[in-house]
């Protein structure tokens, strides 16, 4: 079993930045892949970003270029540095993770962008 707990939602304005992480209860370097998947208010659940254990990442479209995926080995976390952020994003967050075959997802973090 993996735990994983994000943190660092809060509300936010337009245009500003948010810095997510995403800590888990085994060592970060033992993930095959993680991943960001956000759901905002009454819509399914979308892929934002991943990051493979040899550091390679893809976005969606509509975060590239915004939003910046990192793995910290030393602090054990996964974090997702949001900026340029717009009401559009506004969605729980959510980490998850591959690992050994099996997949696992943490509780989210609410993000709310707003005037």
């Known amino acids: 079993q993996v735990w994983l707990v994000e943190s660092g939602g809060e509300l936010v304005q337009p245009g500003g930045s948010l810095r997510l992480s995403c800590a888990a209860s085994?060592?970060?370097?033992?993930?095959?892949?993680m991943y960001w998947y956000r759901q905002p208010p009454g819509q399914q659940r979308e892929f934002i970003a991943r990051?493979?254990?040899?550091?390679?990442?893809n976005y969606a479209d509509s975060v590239k270029g915004r939003f910046t995926i990192s793995i910290d080995n030393a602090k054990n976390t996964m974090s997702l540095q949001m900026s340029s952020l717009k009401p559009e994003d506004t969605a729980v967050y959510l980490c998850?993770?591959?690992?050994?075959?099996?997949?696992?997802w943490g509780q989210g973090t609410q993000v709310t962008v707003s005037s």
């Open positions: 085994v060592s970060i370097a033992s993930m095959d892949v």
């Open positions: 990051i493979t254990s040899a550091g390679l990442t």
């Open positions: 998850n993770v591959d690992r050994h075959g099996r997949n696992f």
